[in-house]
């Protein structure tokens, strides 16, 4: 899942980024004022946004009122010092999915991260299956048949995008947008990389391959390598 980070709070926002990268595997996205955040989070489709309330340039609540005056749909999570009833209903009627009041503990953080993407999806929490292949999103888990996979948080990343769009040729760019954030140039071949680390689990000698090339394209993830 890729996600995207308001948060001026320098050492806090990398706290949050290295917790929600290295615990849920999501690639994060960071930027550190209110019209930065305006930006990114108008012109990329996130699965989810963390916007703290007090910001330079713009305050939280404008930033989540412009998008959500211009249609964007994702889930956002509010983070503030403020704890007053007050300010969080005025959160929550400008349009917010979720409140935390700092501080906070990173365990629930992750928590609510991951609730607000279980609802933000009605297959979220269903246990997605291609063949005999199978993952499980909120346990974090997926197998092969019988065979248990031990896959990095990245990996585990990488094969739950691949299976949400099963049967789909997915670029390059398209799968570094969804699972990794910037930390690579375009050229990198990080994907390619990946790719090749998760045939080796899930594409085993002797199994039916599932994880395609599609060649001038990228990858897809089917049952075939015909699509």
Known sequence: MRLLLVEDEKKLAAFIKKGLEKKCGHAVDVVYDGHEGCFYGGAVEYDLIILDIMLPRKDGLTVLRELRGVGVKSPILM??????????????????????????DLRELVSRVNALLRRNSVDQSVELQLADLALDPIKRFARRGDQILSLTSREFSLLEYLMRRKGHALSRMQIMDHVWSGEFEGTSNIVDVYIKYLRS????????????????????LGESDEG
Do not use: N
């Open 79 to 104: 983070l503030t010092a403020k704890g007053t009833i007050e300010s969080k209903v005025e959160g929550l009627d400008s349009g917010c999915d979720d409140y935390l009041t700092k501080p906070f």
């Open 201 to 220: 689990k899930v594409d085993q000698p002797g199994m039916t391959k599932l994880i395609h090339t599609v060649w001038g394209v990228g990858y897809r």
